[in-house]
Each structure stands twice: as structure tokens, then as C-alpha cells.
């Protein structure tokens, strides 16, 4: 694909640096004799604190962002996750081919804690960085022969790379900017990045504890997605390359349906996008936790060929985790998912119901 490209060298190079670091070097004053270790969270401390002061008194500039904790805490997480569909193709029931497929994702992140931040007496920032890699594999058990496991398409790969800027106010409310790079790409035959965006979003948080301990979560968010693939002509090119048809002639029957090879679907999923969820957290002993939830997302698109038009995605779903140790647990997952899309002269052919359950395996270590 060609286009820009998101570099993913500060991710690659963070965890060797954090690793490295010496644990009694996160406590070292920015004012002592001796240099700080390189990527120690004071080093965007001291920026950012620079720019914030109240106003003076006899006593001189009072900060207004105070670092409560300079330690970087990196984490890693493996994770393996068995799943089944009942509308791999995501169709409507008049046009379903396929009543059911199963896959298989195999994750691999990092996450990257950045040190705690008051600002005031009352508020706290905990900024984080987060690299995921994952790899799917469609109908590994083949129930469909070999059809959907060679499918490129069908099994990709995706990196993600997100920083969120969490800030926890008073009485359990919460305020997260963040903003996700998405990138997913084939590993069957050539390899090929099917498209990458860019999501800023916006969420307000808001937890009731209840006096069983139990916790009920509702969040707010926005959110806009910049998204870039291939145009026609592009296609058409690895298309060519793939199959030994004729760019040409592929090239004539686009001219003749009155289309150009500039266009395609190089943005089509831009758009700005709403959300609503509600959950209620249960813990039940001191290793089982149950989590019923239910969301509401709207995506109005804006441009491309997809302008005007409007998704709207139900989800009611239940999750049950399992830790077993601190570090290995296994979850649970069946939901149930409705979308309905309108705008559109094709708003049946792009709605469809579906559920979804799977089991998930996970390992997690804290540096």
C-alpha cells in the first residue's frame, strides 16, 4: 500500500530502554548532582511542569502539576483467544452464505505506564503508552476445507499503538483523552497492508461503588477516525500481480462503468463516532469476576462514497474472568450484536445480527 506510513520505532526501542533502567534511578531528583536515566518519567514531568505555576507568594512559584510518581511500569501480556461466529461475513439473513466459522487470534502487547501527575490537590494524570501485535487465523479447525484459512484476506495481521491520557477527578469520575493508530495487513502469500487510521477520542467516565463492593460503570465518548487505503489503481496493480489479469483490461472496464482509477475506498471510513456502555463489574470470591455490559455506538461517516451514510451497532454481552495466579488467567466471552445502517441504497445488504462467544488464555508479567 502506499501512502504515509506511522513509524513504530519509539515502541520498538521503549521496552529496551525501560528494562534497562535501574530501579532505584526512578526516585533520583531532577535537581541532583547526578544526570537522570534516559526515559525517566521526570523527563516529560519537568516539561509539562514548567508551563503550570499558580500565581507567586512570599514563599515563590507554587507548581500547579506536581509528579506523585516519576517509575516507569512496564507490563507484557500474551494471549490466546478460541472464537466462534454465527455471521463470519457479517450479512443479513436473506443473503447469508455462511451460518457459522470460527477463529483464532493470537496477541502479543506491551504497555508502558509514564509515572503519575497531580495537578492540584484533587485530579491525577497516569499517561500510558500501549503496542499491541496480533495475528489472526480464520476457521483454523476447517470447516469449510481450506477456503477460509488461505483466504489473504481472511487472516491478517494488525498492529496497534495507542497513548491515553487518563485524568481521575473527584467522586470516581474520569476523563480520558486518547488516540489509536490502527494497521492491519495480510501474511498469506505477498504481504500487503490493507489500510491504517488514525482514532482521536474523547471519554468521560463515571464509577458507582456499591457497598457490596461491586461497581457499575457508565462512559461517555467521541471520537474521529482518519482513515487511509488503497485507491483502484492500487488495487488493481496487486491484483494484477496476484492473478495474471491484465491491468489494462482491468483498467477498460473501470472507464466504461464511468469511474476512475483515483477513485476508491482511499478514505472510506473517516467518520465521527458516538458511544454509550454501561456495565456492571460482580466479583464473585476473590479469582471470579462477572461482567454483563451493554453499548450503543453510532459512526456518521463523511467522506468518500460512504458520505451520508450512518451505522448504528447494539451490543449486550457477559464476560467471566478467571485468575488462577497474578499472572495467568482465562475469560469468557459471548455477546450478541445488532447493527443498522441508514443513508444508504443498499441500508438491508449492510445490516446484520450476530453472535459471538469465545475463550481466552492470557499471561501477563509486570516489570
Known amino acids: 500500500m502506499t501512502g504515509k506510513k506511522f513509524s513504530f520505532s519509539i515502541f520498538l526501542f521503549l521496552p529496551a530502554f525501560a528494562f534497562a533502567q535501574p530501579a532505584d534511578s526512578t526516585n533520583a531528583s531532577s535537581s541532583g548532582d547526578e544526570p537522570l536515566p534516559f526515559l525517566n518519567a521526570d523527563f516529560f514531568a519537568d516539561s509539562l511542569a514548567e508551563a503550570y505555576t499558580l500565581e507567586e507568594d512570599p514563599m515563590g512559584a507554587q507548581r500547579l502539576l506536581q509528579v506523585r510518581d516519576s517509575a516507569l511500569t512496564p507490563s507484557v501480556n500474551v494471549s490466546s483467544s478460541f472464537n466462534y461466529t454465527s455471521n463470519p461475513f457479517k450479512q443479513p439473513k436473506s443473503s447469508k452464505t455462511h451460518n457459522k466459522s470460527t477463529s483464532l487470534d493470537l496477541s502479543l502487547s506491551f504497555n508502558l505506564g509514564l509515572g503519575e501527575y497531580g495537578i492540584g490537590d484533587e485530579v491525577v494524570c497516569a499517561p500510558a503508552l500501549s503496542f499491541i501485535q496480533m495475528r489472526s487465523f480464520m476457521d483454523p479447525i476447517e470447516d469449510y476445507g481450506s477456503e477460509f484459512l488461505k483466504d489473504p484476506g481472511l487472516n491478517t495481521d494488525t498492529q496497534i499503538a495507542s497513548l491515553s491520557l487518563p485524568f481521575i477527578l473527584p467522586n470516581d469520575f474520569s476523563l480520558v483523552f486518547s ?26 467516565i463515571k464509577n458507582f461503588i456499591l457497598d457490596s463492593g461491586d461497581t457499575i460503570s457508565f462512559s461517555a465518548g467521541a471520537s474521529y477516525t482518519f482513515s487511509e487505503s488503497d485507491t483502484l489503481e492500487e488495487q488493481f496493480k496487486q491484483l494484477a500481480d496476484s492473478t495474471g489479469l491484465s491491468f489494462a483490461f482491468l483498467e477498460a472496464i473501470t472507464v466504461q462503468a464511468g469511474q476512475s482509477l483515483a477513485d476508491g475506498p482511499a478514505n472510506l471510513q473517516d467518520g465521527t463516532g458516538h458511544e454509550i456502555s454501561i456495565s456492571y463489574t460482580k466479583l464473585v470470591g476473590e479469582k471470579l469476576t462477572l461482567v454483563p455490559s451493554f453499548s450503543y455506538f453510532s459512526t456518521a461517516f463523511t467522506e468518500g462514497s460512504n458520505k451520508s451514510r450512518k451505522d448504528i451497532v447494539y451490543n449486550a454481552g457477559l464476560s467471566a474472568n478467571f485468575a488462577f495466579f497474578e499472572w495467568l488467567s ?38
Do not use: C
Open 179 to 204: 488516540h489509536t493508530y490502527t494497521a492491519p495487513s495480510t501474511y498469506r502469500g505477498k504481504k500487503q497492508q490493507l489500510m491504517y487510521s488514525n482514532t482521536p477520542k474523547l471519554s468521560f
Open 330 to 367: 482465562i475469560s469468557g466471552l459471548s455477546n450478541f450484536s445488532w447493527k443498522r445502517t441508514s443513508g444508504t441504497e443498499e441500508n438491508a445488504l449492510l445490516s446484520f445480527d450476530d453472535f459471538i462467544g469465545g475463550v481466552t488464555i492470557g499471561v501477563n508479567h509486570s516489570f
